[in-house]
């Protein structure tokens, strides 16, 4: 196995054990991954964004992230408002309810992060995301170019 199926396979890995855990360490606030990960990222975002934005960002497929928000929107976390650029394409936004179970989650895990910065460390855990986010644009390029020749 060359080092990119290796890393591969280790984040595919990783990225169940996060789902898992997060499920667990959310549910008592009534979460799941997949809300919360899209709540923090429009707690994140440095504007307010459609759905299709949201999915591109997080490599998501939008239908997927629609019904996740059509979720949060049911709870009252986030709230569709008009869109100036795109009639039915409608922004997302937090709600104040939205906003606070952000806090709760990252409350929740903050436990775990703090044992995963002890061992790991800082320097060795921003490097790991240098590297991953530049993976992940190399992989969304070759993407583009292959959807647009």
Known sequence: MDDVQQLTHTVFAANGRLISAG??????????????QVLAALEYSNETLPAASIAR??????QGVQRVLDLL????MIE???NPHH???KLVGL???GKKAVAAAEKAVDSLNKQIIKKIGARRLREASAT???MSALISENLQRKENP
């Open 73 to 76: 929107a049911e709870q009252s």
């Open 87 to 89: 009639r039915r394409a």
């Open 57 to 62: 960002n997080m490599g998501l497929t939008r």
């Open 23 to 36: 499920n667990q360490l959310v549910a008592d606030i009534g979460l799941t991954s997949a809300l919360w």
């Open 95 to 97: 709600t104040p309810k």
């Open 132 to 134: 991953l986010k530049e």
């Open 80 to 82: 569709f408002k008009e």
